[in-house]
């Protein structure tokens, strides 16, 4: 009785479900590093998949509202399975060497039939559950660029085209959704209802507008925001590696190759030494630096 109850139970506001899913996501991201060190990788992706299969049965108009605004839970075992496939980066010689293209396009296939079989229609209400039976197919393909085969694909990647949509591909990602629905709802939809014709109108007329808003959204806050971050990171390691050559910072203290960050205490000197001209030059006697 009670299972039949929730089964009903209207699901909660997608709005704010689709906002706030994706929050929490960037929040506990973290964390799911330390659960794939200690729980391995297939009980980390149960943990995640189990509960967004069990929300979308439960709750089916999470599964076929509106994307725009609907819940977007299935993206956390699509985050999932993209943080597992960066382990590839780590594996063996023999896992590396598995055909990861083709058992990615093997893992897209199943899909990719069920979309030619049925209708945009279809498809789009049932985003949520194409959106779980694409991620593995995904997580495959980047592994596949990952372990650089083949080499035809990988010189496609490395093309001047793809390296420039690349420098703006998450600004992409973080307002495309809008401009995408806007144009949809509002020129596409009243004139020409659902279908591939509208699809196709709405595809023409967003992607350049996506890509061009994008660009612009790139250089004005996401570029200027990363280069302040390499800027920062870039100065804080070289005053680490100028002040571990002076030999003030006891050998057990100084920065390890696989270590460059300094410790607090360190970093304290470092900041009362600002004055200081570099490695290999005494810094002058307070009575000197004065002229006394």
């Not at 063996?92 to 049925?118: C, K, N």
């Amino acid at each position: 009785m009670l299972l039949q109850d929730l089964i009903a139970a209207p699901a909660p506001n997608g709005a704010f479900w689709s906002i706030a899913v994706e929050a929490i996501l960037y929040l506990l991201f973290p964390l799911l590093l330390p659960a794939r060190r200690r729980l391995g990788p297939v009980v980390t992706l149960a943990v995640i998949v189990v509960p967004a299969v069990a929300a979308g049965l439960l709750w089916p108009g999470w599964s076929t509202g509106a994307r725009a605004t609907g819940c977007t839970l299935e993206m956390a075992p699509l985050f999932t399975l993209g943080m597992l496939a960066a382990g590839i980066v780590t594996g063996s010689e023999r896992v590396r060497r598995l055909p990861w293209l083709g058992l990615s396009a093997l893992a897209a296939a199943p899909v990719l039939t069920l979309i030619v079989l049925h209708d945009s229609v279809w498809t789009i209400s049932r985003y949520y559950w194409l959106d779980l039976a694409t991620g593995p197919a995904i997580a495959l393909f980047l592994v596949a660029l990952a372990t650089r085969r083949p080499a035809r694909l990988i010189r496609l990647q490395q093309s001047s085209p793809l390296v420039a949509l690349g420098g703006f591909s998450y600004s992409l990602y973080l307002i495309h959704m809008p401009i995408v629905a806007l144009i949809s709802t509002l020129l596409i939809a009243p004139h020409t209802g659902p279908g591939l014709t509208g699809f196709t109108i709405t595809v023409t007329l967003a992607l350049p507008v996506c890509l061009a808003a994008s660009r612009l959204f790139a250089v004005h806050f996401e570029t200027p925001f990363r280069d302040a971050g390499s800027t920062r990171r870039g100065a804080f390691s070289a005053t680490n590696s100028a002040y571990a050559d002076t030999g003030d910072i006891p050998a057990d203290s100084r920065p390890s190759p696989g270590r460059s960050c300094a410790r607090p205490r360190q970093l304290r000197r470092v900041a009362h030494r600002a004055d200081w001209p570099g490695p290999g030059v005494a810094r002058p006697h307070r009575g000197q630096a004065d002229g006394t």
